[in-house]
């Protein structure tokens, strides 16, 4: 019944597809890179330091 959760495989296969193993590492550096950029904006240094803290509940009357 389709999967159930799907994150990185397709833009790997097309990096792959489109431009080879120079595709997938161009890639793998740009996702490194938002993820530093993004850990920055909340406040983390790294993976490691995340915990639930770091999510919105998205429940009315809570701000993110």
Known sequence: SGASFVLLGRPF??????AGVAGVSALTDMLK?????????????DMA????????????????
């Open 13 to 18: 296969l097309y990096a792959s597809a489109g």
């Open 49 to 64: 330091g995340l915990d639930a803290s770091a999510l919105w509940s998205g429940k009315a009357g809570c701000s993110p």
């Open 33 to 45: 890179e938002e993820i530093a950029i993004v850990l920055a904006q909340i406040g983390r240094n």
